[in-house]
């Protein structure tokens, strides 16, 4: 696979288009000139980065400083714990992708695109009715120290189970910011567990999609 086709580089790609968005219009007073200066080289080192051509433990280490920028980015920007703004959530969980981006490169040297995206086992903690959609339900789920809001339209989701939660982009649905997906049935393991089994094809759908949208942003 050549290196630009890369599903960790297409994510973050897409991903940095949401985080100029937020700087273009952030809400709220920031340093907007510290802000755009550390775009324009987030932008400029993922495009090295992603043309590079370097198998995935040199770009690995090639990304270190794009990861320091992001981190930094996300203190500018302000963004922290769970954003009910979508293009902000989706801005947020960019930045922690790419922040997060040399151990993704260290993992493997190709990956599918249902692998591109972190798998946590998560455990339900509460299960409520989607307040715009009957087939629709709104669950709160604990990753270790993290808790999300997953939106699904499993029928025998419950709380007390445990199950595999893909952390893809932020999604609205129907009114609701869903921070991730349910990819298998109930099962017998303690929460936080990285990668537990999972349905690889279900999250790489999902991955593949945003993928194409990747490719359309122009930079």
Known sequence: MPSHEDPRYLLSWWGMEKVERVVRNPGKPIDKGKAQRLLQEMWSELKKLRWSGLPSDMAADMALPLAEKAKEMREVLGLKGEIKDLVKAQASWALWYVQTLPQRLKRKEEVDPGEAVDVFSGEIKSVEKHPNADKLKVTRVAIGNLALT????????????????????????????????????????????PFPPYDKGAVGAQVEMIMREAVRVKK
């Open 150 to 193: 997953v939106v699904t339209n499993i029928e025998d989701v419950k709380e007390g189970q445990v199950r595999a939660v893909a952390l893809l982009p932020p999604a609205d649905l129907r009114g609701v910011v869903s921070w991730g997906m349910f990819c298998s049935d109930p099962l017998d393991l303690p929460p936080g567990k």
